[in-house]
C-alpha cells in the first residue's frame, strides 16, 4: 500500500504496488506537473502519487488555474 502524502488515505497503486496485468488507475487521470507533487502541502522530497480522490482534485484544481491565467 502507498499513503498519500495529501490526507493520509491508504491506496494502491500500480507504480509501487504492483497489481500483475491491472494498469495503475492514475493512468486514467492526466498527469500533474512534477511541481505538484512537492510543496507546502505534501512536503519537500520523496515525491509519491496522491490518492485518486486527491489526484482529481488537483488535477482540477491545476485545470483551473491554467484557464484562469489566459
Ligand atoms: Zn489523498
Same mark, same amino acid.
Given at each position: 500500500? &502507498?499513503?498519500?502524502?495529501?490526507?493520509?488515505?491508504?491506496?494502491?497503486?500500480?507504480?509501487?504496488?504492483?497489481?500483475?496485468?491491472?494498469?495503475?488507475?492514475?493512468?486514467?487521470?492526466?498527469?500533474?506537473?512534477? &511541481?505538484?507533487?512537492?510543496?507546502?502541502?505534501?512536503?519537500?522530497?520523496?515525491?509519491?502519487?496522491?490518492?485518486?480522490?486527491?489526484?482529481?482534485?488537483?488535477?482540477?484544481?491545476?485545470?483551473?488555474?491554467?484557464?484562469?491565467?489566459?
Amino acid at each position: 500500500m &502507498s499513503t498519500c502524502k495529501r490526507c493520509g488515505a491508504e491506496f494502491a497503486c500500480g507504480m509501487t504496488d504492483l497489481y500483475g496485468d491491472e494498469p495503475c488507475w492514475c493512468t486514467q487521470i492526466p498527469a500533474l506537473p512534477r &511541481s505538484a507533487y512537492v510543496g507546502p502541502d505534501t512536503g519537500e522530497g520523496n515525491p509519491s502519487c496522491f490518492c485518486p480522490q486527491c489526484l482529481r482534485t488537483l488535477v482540477a484544481t491545476q485545470q483551473k488555474s491554467a484557464t484562469d491565467g489566459q
